[in-house]
């Protein structure tokens, strides 16, 4: 089936550092990709949508500045946390659209420590 | 608008009994419906979705659903349950799966545990 490769699984990072984590269509092209962000014990929350070739669509309450998205290919999108700082720290996970097979594929998730 | 509610945040069954996972939807169109099921600090596996076919779902692992629209339901459940059960049970809910852009609703999710 559709895979969907993200990396890195985990990341430390020190405060007012970026951070940019990958998320790859391996054996299909993603013309829309969806970024998710988890806090612990909660539900998945919608950060942005990421269409390749335009500008990411944010969700309400989401700073673009802060969490810069790129999706400049078929198979591939970016997330950047910018300046992060602890209250970035969460479980970022991202979802792809399989054209071909209609359905949503997600990334293995990736989660970041700000210290 | 869509929202999906999981009624139960938590459900712990014995190894080899039942599961049920409840899920309440609401939508304005015809939704599409899915369950994912996540283990610890990993992405999410689809365990099997609704897209106006069948009402009752065969999805992976001997997972089933059953869409009621009088009722806006879509339980999940599981003769019996293992070990390797024990994850993360999300219900989600799409205006419809084909179309690229539409965006899913996440249901709070709900957390089982079995004991030996």
């Known amino acids: 089936g559709a895979v969907v490769s993200q990396h890195p699984s985990r990341v430390i990072c020190k405060s007012g550092t970026s951070v940019k984590i990958e998320c790859r269509s391996l054996d299909f092209q993603a013309t829309t990709m969806f970024w998710y962000r988890q806090f612990p014990k909660q539900s998945l929350m919608l950060m942005a949508t990421?269409?390749?070739?335009?500008?990411?669509?944010?969700e309400q309450g989401v700073e673009k500045d802060k969490f810069l998205i790129n999706h400049a290919s078929l198979t591939l999108s970016t997330l950047t946390v910018t300046s992060a700082h602890p209250e970035d720290s969460s479980f970022y996970i991202c979802?792809?659209?399989?054209?071909?097979?209609?359905?949503?594929?997600f990334g293995s998730g990736t989660r970041l420590t700000v210290v | 608008a869509q929202s999906v509610t999981q009624l139960d945040s938590h459900v712990s069954v014995s190894e080899g009994t039942p599961v049920l996972l409840r899920c309440n939807y609401s939508?304005?169109?015809?939704?599409?419906l899915f369950w994912y099921v996540q283990h610890p600090n990993k992405g999410l596996q689809l365990l099997l979705k609704y897209t106006s076919a069948a009402t009752l779902v065969k999805g992976i692992n001997g997972f089933e659903a059953e869409f009621k629209k009088s009722e806006t339901s879509f339980h999940l459940t599981k003769p019996s349950a293992h070990m390797s059960d024990a994850a993360e049970y999300f219900c989600?809910?799409?205006?419809?799966?084909?179309?690229?852009?539409?965006?899913?609703?996440f249901g709070g999710g709900t957390r089982v545990l079995v004991k030996p």
């Open positions: 989600v809910v799409s205006l419809t799966e084909r179309t690229a852009g539409n965006k899913l609703t």
């Open positions: 939508s304005s169109y015809s939704p599409s």
């Open positions: 979802s792809a659209w399989d054209t071909a097979n209609y359905g949503y594929t």
């Open positions: 990421s269409n390749e070739g335009s500008k990411a669509t944010y």
